[in-house]
């Protein structure tokens, strides 16, 4: 649980630093946040933001299944995804938010449609946090005059300084969060072909090679 941990601490460290008074101010008290898809990686950063203290997070994802994992590590609500079209998403999370769209938002899913989700949710003076595109996935049309008209920021997370993973040790240690049922399988060595072959089913979040 550590490396991911180390990467969704990552994450919100980058949504801390603030932006320019009164546009955007970055997290803090009173912010609602948004984290879209919610796999192993965009768990961890709801149960982080929840100890952290803040009160107003929304998860989006496809799967019921994590969308209810979600709320047990501190989702307030949750969005469930339709695979042909966000656009019932983005109502969702704008009827959440009165109409303004969220604060600060995670895209953690890593597909291209994600992130123009999180462009349409964000309200103005928005920060966006992009995690999920660790490896390229694809490409989609962007209009740069959104990003312009909203105020938006947007910024990336690659990786982590080492000391990251003290924070995430002391994370795990301390939070009174179940983060530990993120690991819903445990395999042994000798299934880890099957796993690389993506043959687990599709109610698996994290699985674990035990030796």
């Known amino acids: 649980m550590a490396e991911p941990t180390a990467v969704a601490l990552r994450a919100v460290e980058r949504a801390l630093t603030p932006g320019i008074p009164v546009i955007g101010e970055g997290l803090g008290i009173g912010r609602r946040a948004l984290v879209i898809g919610v796999g192993p990686i965009g768990l961890l950063v709801v149960a982080i933001l929840k ?3 803040i009160h107003r997070i929304i998860a989006a994802d496809l799967s019921p ?26 109502r969702k ?13 995670f895209e953690c899913a890593g597909v291209p449609k ?3 989700m999180a462009l349409e949710c964000a309200c103005r003076g928005a920060t966006i946090v992009e995690v999920g595109h660790f490896t390229k996935s694809g490409e989609f049309p ?12 947007v910024r990336g ?23 530990e049922s993120i690991v819903t399988q445990r395999l042994s060595l000798s299934e880890l072909t099957k796993v690389m072959q993506g043959q687990l089913s599709s109610d698996v979040i994290k699985p674990v090679i035990a030796f």
């Open 51 to 53: 100890t952290m203290g």
């Open 65 to 90: 299944l994590r969308l209810e994992l979600a709320k047990q590590l501190g989702a307030t609500e949750t969005v469930l995804v339709r695979q042909d079209s966000h656009d019932e998403a983005v």
């Open 93 to 105: 999370v704008l009827d959440l938010t009165d109409g303004e769209g969220a604060d600060v938002l």
């Open 114 to 116: 994600a992130f123009l």
């Open 142 to 153: 962007l209009s740069p005059h959104l990003i312009c008209y909203k105020d938006l920021d």
């Open 157 to 179: 997370v690659w990786a982590y300084p080492w000391w990251q993973f003290r924070d995430a040790l002391r994370f795990l240690q301390i939070t009174p969060l179940p983060v």
